[in-house]
């Protein structure tokens, strides 16, 4: 006859348990990360009762496992979410524990379950929302603005982004959320992040920013240009316009740059080819590097403090880029086109820019977009380009 253990801890669904750590979360002042990587099928999560604010001298290699939420203002402070407890759901099901850290988690978590099982719902963190008023006419005129620049030769490209609001349903779930996120874009990152300082966010991006893998292997990669994608097109047969060509050369160029100033010259590049992020279409290049062979093991911190904010999504030069914005783009982007991701989990590194994301607040979502502006630039395609990317997120909202 088969025993039966009264305390057995319960058998949840992954819904059920992320559900309850949000919640837990949410109710007790604690942050939370939630993500998947691109090309996985695994969701991972932090709870965090005492996340950090980095110092500016911290390097990526020192810190421990966690996830890091940066802002696109270099001069702002970058969150760490430590991993205090750190879960991993598989096949709709909280994975069995491997280490003796996921063990405690999993202990730890059936423990607040039962003790906390009547619990309230509790709302996510909403930071102050930012004047979100854009009108077309606005944001075509900063694009003009950046065509005047840009015949003064102050820039090669810069990019302009805007926000706007948009309600959310009665009967939004974040956690909903995210599955569409997840099974709408298999190649992006897909996140939430949350903690009372920074508010709630939720995004699915394509962009890769830094990797590291085993300690051994750097990964970056160039990513411009934009097309709207639908599933009957050939990606073999995509033709590219003079305008986005040079746009993701020059973020190829500023990589190299990037590579160049710490001499380091054994790199592979490979690319551009057409890819798909969800509705979408971007030309790509691949950068890796050897670390031991370049004997160089804390390239990404170096490298992540050299290429944020790339110009992908602040322009060329940066510095003369980034004053434009500051004095016309008229907001604050706060985490938009800044960057998060796990860091030492696993053993690998893997920071993305943070793009197609929105944060989220009492009964409306602030989503944000962005386009690259060069010389062959026309205002009414850059609009277009930003309302095509808004799509991306709004479908978490179906």
């Not at 030069?317 to 796990?342: K, S």
């Amino acid at each position: 006859m088969p025993v039966t253990t009264l305390n057995a801890p319960p058998v949840l669904t992954e819904t059920e348990y992320l559900s309850f750590l949000l919640n837990f979360a949410f109710s007790n002042n604690f942050s939370i990360a939630v993500w998947r990587l691109p090309n996985t099928t695994e969701k991972h999560l932090v709870v965090s009762e005492h996340h950090q604010t980095l110092q500016p001298d911290v390097t990526l290699e020192d810190l421990g496992a966690g996830f890091i939420f940066a802002p696109f203002d270099t001069t702002k402070e970058r969150i760490f979410l430590p991993a205090e407890r750190y879960f991993i759901f598989a096949d709709d099901a909280l994975k069995a524990p491997e280490t003796p850290e996921q063990t405690n988690a999993i202990d730890w978590l059936h423990e607040a379950m039962k003790n906390h099982s009547q619990q309230e719902q509790a709302k996510p963190y909403m930071a102050r929302a930012v004047d979100t008023t854009c009108a077309k006419e606005h944001y075509t005129s900063l694009v003009e603005k950046c065509l005047a620049e840009l015949e003064k030769g102050t820039f090669e490209k810069v990019v302009p982004s805007r926000s706007k609001a948009v309600p959310l349903p009665a009967n939004f779930d974040i956690i909903s959320a995210f599955h569409r996120l997840a099974h709408a874009y298999s190649h992006a990152l897909i996140s939430f992040v949350s903690t009372p300082e920074t508010g709630s966010w939720l995004g699915a991006t394509p962009e890769l920013l830094v990797s590291v893998e085993n300690n051994t292997t750097f990964k970056t990669v160039a990513l411009a240009g934009t097309q709207p994608f639908t599933g009957d097109v050939n990606l073999k047969t995509v033709a590219w316009r003079q305008k986005e060509i040079e746009e993701q050369a020059l973020v190829e160029r500023y990589i190299i740059s990037c590579f160049k100033k710490i001499r380091l010259r054994e790199y592979d590049e490979y690319g551009p080819k057409t890819v798909v992020a969800g509705n979408l279409m971007h030309l790509r290049s691949d950068f890796t590097v050897d670390m031991k062979e370049t004997n160089f093991p804390q390239l990404g911190s170096v490298m992540l403090e050299l290429l944020h904010p790339t110009s992908a999504v602040c322009g060329m030069p940066v510095e003369a880029a980034r004053e434009f914005l500051r004095t016309h783009e008229g907001y604050d982007r706060a985490f938009y086109a800044g960057y998060l991701g796990p860091v030492n989990v696993a053993g690998n590194i893997n920071i993305f820019v943070n793009l197609r994301c929105m944060q989220l607040l009492n009964d409306q979502a602030i989503v944000y977009a962005g386009a690259g502006v060069t010389i062959d630039s026309i205002p009414e395609d850059e609009w277009s380009e930003t309302e095509m990317k808004f799509n991306t997120v709004l479908k978490a909202m179906a």
